[in-house]
């Protein structure tokens, strides 16, 4: 009942194996990235260099669901990103010849979202050779890790729903 590449595309995925992930992508590869709407990446060699910082950043995937027939297929995982946990869904759409020829992800929660983010933008950059422009990066997504980070741990926890018998009420 299984896709061949689905399959080879998920035990890369667990095994954090960016080569073997790479080599289940169609020569027309377009990935959607889940951080930005202000640029996609093209081509097998593009996607390598994110999927190699992604497999840097997130660690300990496991793949729990998979939906999907024909050229459509959704997978979702759960990992960890540094130590925020992180799921992640996974859209690919495959060309004639069963390889990948679109991957959009989406992800949750906001604070491993912006773990993933300030992981990957300056791994990616310096895999670019685009030193200077990493380490910019780098501190721009700080900030937002950090204040993400502190808001889930002592605000957004205080305004979950109050139930009957909370002390809050």
């Excluded at 080569?19 to 990935?31: H, S």
């Excluded at 996609?40 to 999927?51: M, N, Q, T, Y």
């Excluded at 050229?71 to 960890?80: C, N, P, Q």
Aim: aromatic residues 6%; contains cysteine; positive net charge.
């Amino acid at each position: 009942m299984g896709n061949p590449t689905i399959t080879a595309w998920r035990t890369a995925g667990e095994r954090g194996d960016a080569a073997a992930a790479t080599a289940c992508l169609a020569p027309e590869v377009e990935m959607i990235s889940p951080l930005t709407a202000q640029f996609r990446f093209h081509g097998p060699s593009e996607v390598a260099d994110v999927l190699a910082s992604a497999f840097e950043v997130i660690h300990d995937i496991r793949y729990h669901t998979q939906v999907g027939q024909g050229d459509t297929w959704a997978l979702f995982y759960h990992g960890t990103a540094r130590r925020e946990p992180v799921e992640e869904a996974q859209l690919l759409r495959l060309n004639a010849d069963g390889l990948i020829r679109e991957l959009t992800f989406f992800g949750r929660p906001l604070p491993a979202l912006t773990e993933v983010m300030a992981g990957i933008g300056p791994r990616l950059l310096r895999r670019q050779r685009r030193p200077v422009f990493a380490r910019m990066v780098g501190l721009a997504t700080a900030p937002l890790n950090a204040m993400t980070r502190l808001g889930e741990r002592t605000i957004v926890s205080r305004a979950a729903p109050v139930r009957d018998g909370d002390p809050r009420r």
